[in-house]
C-alpha cells in the first residue's frame, strides 16, 4: 500500500488518528520514534522555531524548506498545515500543495480564514471553487488518494454559529475535501451532531477540557490534532530551565528525569 492511501485509510480505523504536530526535524524523528501513526506539522510551531509569529509571516519557500527536511528525516507520512495557502491568488495555493505533493507530503490543512490585513473568513462559494480547484489538480497530477483536510474557522473567530460551521463542511465536502477541521469547537453534543452529519472524517483540536482520544473517538470525532501545544510545551520548558539556571546557578533540573 502506497504511503498517500495507507494516511487516508487511517481515518477510517477503529481508533482516533492522534497526530502530534511538529516543528522540525529534530520534533518529527523523536514522535516517529515513540510510535505515533503519522506526522502533522504545526504552522504556529514553525514560525517561531524560525522566529515569527503565526499567520502567513514566514514565506512559502521557508515552510518548503522545512517540509522538505521533515520529509527527508522520518518515512511516516506527512499531513502539511498550508494556513490559508500562503497566496491570494488561487493558481499559486494550488502550486504550492503540488509542490508539496511532489515532496512526498501525503495531507494538508487548508484554512478559510484571511491572512495579512484581512479579518473574518472567505467567501464560502470562493472556498469551495478553491478546494475543487485543489483537488482537480491533485487528480490530474496522480494524486488521488492525497488527503485534502479543510479547516473551518468559525470558532476561532468567536461570532460565527454552529448553523455556519455545518454549511461551510457541507459545501467543502461537496467540492471534493476528504476532511474537515474545526479548531475551537468544544461542545460534545456539537461536536456529536456534527460528526453524525457529515460524510468525511471530523477533525478537531486539543484544548484544555478537550483532551481524550477515546471520549472523542465515541462523540465521532477521526482525527485529533495538538496543533501548536506541543511546541508552546518544548518553548516554556526551555523557557523555565533557563530562568532556573539563570537564578539557581543550578544545574540540578536538567537531570531529574534520571532519578
Known amino acids: 500500500m502506497n504511503k498517500l492511501l495507507s494516511f487516508k485509510k487511517m481515518h477510517a480505523q477503529e481508533h482516533l488518528l492522534l497526530l502530534a504536530n511538529v516543528w522540525d526535524t529534530h520534533s518529527a524523528r523523536i514522535i516517529e520514534k515513540v510510535g505515533f501513526q503519522a ?93 475543487n480547484q485543489i483537488k482537480h489538480r491533485l487528480d490530474n497530477q496522480g494524486y488521488k488518494d492525497f488527503f485534502v483536510n479543510a479547516r473551518i474557522d468559525t470558532y476561532l473567530q468567536g461570532y460565527y454559529t454552529y448553523e455556519d460551521t455545518l454549511e461551510r463542511s457541507k459545501h467543502y465536502i461537496e467540492s471534493g475535501a476528504d476532511g474537515i477541521f474545526v479548531p475551537g469547537i468544544q461542545s460534545s453534543e456539537e461536536i456529536r451532531a456534527l460528526a453524525a452529519a457529515i460524510n468525511v472524517p471530523l477533525n478537531v483540536m486539543s484544548l484544555p477540557g478537550l483532551t481524550d482520544a477515546d471520549t472523542l473517538y465515541q462523540l465521532g470525532v477521526r482525527r485529533f490534532s495538538i496543533g501548536n501545544a506541543l511546541a508552546d510545551a518544548n518553548t516554556a520548558f526551555i523557557s523555565d530551565t533557563a530562568k532556573h539556571l539563570l537564578e539557581q546557578k543550578k544545574t540540578d533540573m536538567l537531570y531529574k528525569a534520571e532519578a
Not at 509571516?57 to 524548506?65: D, E, R, V
Not at 500562503?86 to 478559510?112: F, P
Not at 480564514?113 to 469551495?128: E, H, P, R, V, W
Open 39 to 131: 506526522i502533522a506539522t504545526s504552522s504556529a510551531g514553525i514560525a517561531d522555531y524560525l522566529g515569527y509569529k503565526d499567520g502567513e509571516n514566514i514565506s512559502f519557500s521557508a515552510l518548503y524548506k522545512m517540509v522538505k527536511a521533515i520529509t527527508s528525516a522520518v518515512t511516516l507520512p506527512v499531513s502539511v498545515d498550508i494556513e490559508s495557502g500562503y497566496s491570494e491568488e488561487n493558481y499559486k495555493i494550488i502550486e504550492h500543495v503540488i509542490r508539496l505533493a511532489d515532496l512526498g507530503v501525503t495531507g494538508i490543512n487548508i484554512e478559510d480564514s484571511f491572512k495579512g490585513n484581512k479579518t473574518g473568513l472567505k467567501n464560502i462559494c470562493d472556498q469551495a471553487e478553491l478546494l
